[in-house]
């Protein structure tokens, strides 16, 4: 009797191996892809290498020429303040001149429209050094009608420049805004306070400022 061919029993299937195999290779592909490792390589995608050079040499010109504009504008703007009136004013600059203009100006009104009944005259003679032109004829003119009624209403006036702004000043000429308090009194009657605001222009005259005009505010 002839036995049978008998196969081993723990001998593997090689047919079910190989289709195994291929289908492992082919559900677990690998963790980087082709494409990822090259654009990973490089730390930057292959876009933003091309873009950031050509950015840079874009915004290099555009930064010089405004530069170059603004320099430009900066110039012209200064050369248009040394050419206008302002730059010329030297209430803006001269500290010195401008409190000189503005002490002599406020002194010399309180000089003028400060008086008793008895003593007019020293009013009167202090016009003469303090005012020149227009104002001098002005406060002649104004003098004159309240020389009459001194005497007779006993009135007594006080005056003082509480603030004195010089607008402009330019060489011997300037004009002033001036802020005055005044007191006054009739015979034994009660006082009153009143302020008043001047225009006042003045010229340097005899190494001082006397006052060429007056304009009620």
Same mark, same amino acid.
Do not use: C
């Given at each position: 009797?002839?036995?049978p061919?008998s196969?081993?029993e #723990?001998?593997?299937?090689?047919? +079910?191996k190989?289709r195994n195999?291929?289908?492992?290779e082919?559900? +677990?592909?690998?963790? #980087?892809?082709?494409?990822n490792?090259?654009d990973?390589?490089?730390g930057?995608?292959?876009? #933003?290498?091309?873009?950031?050079? &050509?950015w840079?040499? $874009?915004?290099?010109?555009l930064?010089v020429?405004a530069?170059?504009?603004? =320099?430009g504008?900066f110039?012209?703007a200064a050369h248009?303040?040394?050419s206008?009136p302002?730059a010329r +004013?030297? $209430?803006?600059?001269?500290t010195? $001149?401008?409190?000189r203009v ?6 010399g009104?309180a000089r003028?429209?400060?008086y ?11 016009? =003469?050094t303090v ?6 004829r002005?406060? =002649?003119?104004?003098?004159?009608q309240? &020389?009459?009624s ?9 005056t003082?420049?509480v603030?004195?702004g010089?607008?402009?000043l330019d060489?011997?000429s ?7 308090d005044?007191v006054?009194?009739?015979d034994k009657?009660?006082?009153t306070a009143a302020?008043?605001q001047?225009?006042?222009?003045? &010229?340097f005259?005899?190494d001082?400022? &006397?006052?060429?005009d007056?304009?009620?505010?």
């Open positions: 009797m002839t036995e061919d196969q081993p #723990n001998e593997p299937d090689t047919d +079910n190989t195999e291929t289908d492992n082919t559900d +677990n592909p690998t963790d #980087n892809p082709t494409g490792e090259t990973n390589a490089t930057n995608p292959t876009g #933003n290498e091309t873009t950031a050079p &050509r840079r040499t $874009a915004v290099a010109p930064a020429t530069l170059l504009l603004a =320099g504008a110039f012209h248009q303040l040394r206008t302002s +004013n030297q $209430a803006l600059t001269d010195a $001149a401008t409190t503005g002490g002599d100006v406020g002194e009104l003028i429209f400060s008793t009944p008895t003593s007019s005259d020293a009013a009167e003679r202090s016009a =003469g005012l020149a032109g227009r104002a001098a002005q406060y =002649g003119d104004l003098f004159a309240v &020389r009459e001194l005497v007779e209403q006993r009135l007594t006036l006080a003082q420049a603030r004195t010089v607008i402009e060489g011997d300037a004009r002033l805004l001036v802020f005055l005044q006054s009194r009739r009657g009660a006082v302020a008043a001047l225009t006042v222009t003045a &010229r005259q005899d001082r400022w &006397r006052i060429t007056i304009k009620a505010r």
